[in-house]
C-alpha cells in the first residue's frame, strides 16, 4: 500500500517561506497528477495546487505567484515552495494524487505568525 509523508512544516513570521516536502513509498508519480492540500481549522480541506505527469501545473487564486509545486517522478517526490506566507496560510498541508486515491498521510502543520 502507497503511504505519503509529509515534512517541512514550521512556524514561520509573515512573508516568511517554507519548503514542503512529499515522499510516497510507491511509484504512483507516473500515473497521477499531484496535489497539495491544506486543511485550516474549522475549514474543509482545500487544494492549492497540482502538477501533472508532463510538469503542466495550476494554482487557487489564493496562493497564485506565492507558491511553486515541483515533482521528481524519478524519486517519487513532491515538493511546494512557498513564498511571502500569510496567516491565512496557516493550516495542515498534505499532498496526494489528484483526484485524491491514496489515504491521507500524517501532513505538515504550517503556522504563519509574528
Known amino acids: 500500500q502507497v503511504q505519503l509523508v509529509e515534512s517541512g512544516g514550521g512556524l514561520v513570521q509573515p512573508g516568511g517561506s517554507l519548503r514542503l516536502s512529499c515522499a510516497a513509498s510507491?511509484?504512483?508519480?507516473?500515473?497521477?497528477?499531484m496535489g497539495w492540500y491544506r486543511q485550516a481549522p474549522g475549514k474543509e480541506r482545500e487544494l492549492v495546487a497540482v502538477i501533472n505527469s508532463d510538469g503542466w501545473a495550476n494554482y487557487a487564486d489564493s496562493v497564485k505567484g506565492r507558491f511553486t509545486i515541483f515533482r521528481d517522478n524519478a524519486k517519487n517526490t513532491v515538493a511546494l515552495h512557498m513564498n511571502s506566507l500569510k496567516p491565512e496560510d496557516t493550516a495542515v498541508y498534505y499532498c496526494n494524487t489528484r483526484p485524491a486515491v491514496i489515504s491521507w498521510g500524517q501532513g505538515t502543520q504550517v503556522t504563519v505568525s509574528s
Open positions: 510507491g511509484s504512483i508519480f507516473r500515473n497521477y497528477a
